[in-house]
């Protein structure tokens, strides 16, 4: 493998996926939750009209069982989403470290690389002074 960073690229994709799902289910709970609100308040209005109203009266008993009913739909669909967030965190989490694992490869990759160069740039200078100095020294530039 000459090098990670296609591997580093799809590994920062994945996660960005992932982390765009978790907004997602994120705002379907807090639409979710905005939905129970909504119909408690909606209760609570149809509870008024109705011990203002004895016609409003006879139809509440059917409306507030629709109603607990719905509530209850709608509670456990939050309750499933939370999951959902749960486990898109947990692998957000894990994808997050097989990045990690990727970017800190690439970066001993570059450090050993760039200590090569360093290295043969060293030599060539050290080259480069040693033949100067020799011919500073050799008998033949004295004539």
Known sequence: MKSLKSLIRLHRWQLDEKRRALVELETLRERLEGEIQRL???VA????????SPAERLGFGA????ALKRR??????VQ????????VRQEIAEA???LKKFELAQEERDRRAAMRRRRVDALAMDEVALTG???KRSPSSED
Do not use: G, H, K, T
Request: aromatic share 8%; proline share 0%; hydrophobic share 30%.
């Open 80 to 87: 499933q989403v939370e999951e959902q967030i749960a486990a």
């Open 63 to 66: 409306y507030i069982r629709n």
């Open 133 to 135: 100095y020799q011919r």
């Open 40 to 42: 408690d308040d909606e």
């Open 72 to 77: 209850d739909r709608l509670r456990q669909s």
């Open 45 to 52: 209005a149809e509870r008024q009209a109705a011990e203002e």
């Open 96 to 98: 997050f470290q097989d």
